[in-house]
């Protein structure tokens, strides 16, 4: 069955400290890869996806992932976070032939000043 | 650029009655346009699909007389919750997507309906 699984649920952290949120798919063929942050009581905004290519893609506000496609990993990474990062993050895949996006739990980030 | 916008942001009813949700692409045409719901603390579960001028599809389990989606032209698309019940009461988030935004989906703000 096609899915994604966020290994942390909640993480918290202190600023300044560095960030890795794990992302794992099960799907079967080519897939587009996003990360989608939800800061509080505000929409989802796009951070960063994965078409094709270099497999260490950069976001916005500092953030990257990178694309294992060995490992089905799309992991988030930050090397300094900030209070203003705090936020649901979420990972979702899209199948090439498909339109629709499969998201993970998400992991609730908090970041103490 | 990429914006969708949705109306109301939040709207209380009392049971029974029927509520509509409209969501704009406003600076691109949606092809598509989905319709989640998202519960607290939870991720977003989909619960249908629907292309401009064509019959929207529903994720399963998801009742499609409950859920009227109408996508009546490439920059708006409408959510019906008929005869709205308190297990209704739930954060609905439309997004968007058109070949413009190269294939990725752009979120609106979301609607809080409350069903008393």
Known sequence: ?113 | GAVVSQHPSWVICKSGTSVKIECRSLDFQATTMFWYRQFPKQSLMLMATSNEGSKATYEQGVEKDKFLINHASLTLSTLTVTSAHPEDSSFYICSAFGPSVQETQYFGPGTRLLVL
Do not use: M
């Open chain 1, 1 to 113: 069955a096609q899915s994604v699984s966020q290994h942390n649920h909640h993480v918290i952290l202190s600023e300044a400290a560095s960030l890795e949120l794990g992302c794992n798919y099960s799907y079967g063929g080519t897939v587009n890869l996003f990360w989608y942050v939800q800061y509080p009581g505000q929409h989802l905004q796009l951070l960063l996806k994965y078409f094709s290519g270099d497999p260490l893609v950069k976001g916005i506000k500092g953030f990257e992932a990178e694309f294992i496609k060995s490992k089905f990993s799309f992991n988030l990474r930050k090397p300094s976070v900030q209070w203003s990062d705090t936020a649901e993050y979420f990972c979702a895949v899209k199948g090439y032939n498909t339109d629709k996006l499969i998201f993970g739990t998400g992991t609730r980030l908090q970041v103490f000043p």
